[in-house]
């Protein structure tokens, strides 16, 4: 498994390992830079093509990265969100991601889902699991090494 305390607490390598996946997943990406950012770590622009048509859509992507909160991290909880519903209104954005580093409390679980059904704004969540899965994929999987040098000893191409 990797290990997420390899990355510095204040979150700005896991901001750009989450943003060196999307691009390596071929979407357009933004990333907000250093310092406060309402919410907005990432914008993702994904392109949607059918047999008849073509559009984008707009997602924000928010990171916690809290692996190295405590032995085993912590969860990260509804006073970690900001208001998200507003932030994606700002931008036009109708979609949005929580990448966490551990995982979100249920809470948080539940009231995403209370936002993509009631505020029709796709929501999705991933956690460790998640950024690890895609991170074994071929085009990503050098990042592993890039970000991860002690946990890259158990994974050999």
């Known amino acids: 498994m990797i290990d997420f305390r390899e990355l510095p607490e204040d979150g700005i390598r896991f901001e750009q390992l989450i943003r060196e996946i999307f691009i390596r997943e071929n979407y357009q990406t933004y990333w907000t830079g250093i310092g406060p950012d309402g919410g907005r770590d990432l914008i993702v622009i994904e392109n949607l093509n059918g047999t008849l048509s073509s559009r984008e859509r707009k997602w924000i992507i928010s990171c916690k990265h809290f692996a190295n909160a405590g032995q085993k991290g912590r969860a990260v909880g509804l006073d970690d969100l900001?208001?998200?519903?507003?932030?994606?209104?700002?931008?036009?954005?109708?979609?949005?991601?929580?990448?966490?580093?551990?995982?979100?409390?249920?809470?948080?679980?539940?009231r995403l889902e209370e936002i993509e059904n009631n505020q029709k704004i796709v929501t999705k969540i991933w956690d460790g699991v998640e950024i690890e899965k895609r991170l074994l994929n071929p085009n990503t999987f050098g990042l592993i090494h890039t970000f991860f040098p002690k946990s890259s000893i158990n994974y050999k191409w």
Do not use: R
Not at 89 to 99: D, K, W
């Open 82 to 110: 900001k208001n998200l519903v507003l932030d994606c209104q700002a931008i036009n954005a109708e979609g949005y991601i929580l990448v966490c580093s551990t995982y979100p409390s249920s809470s948080v679980v539940k």
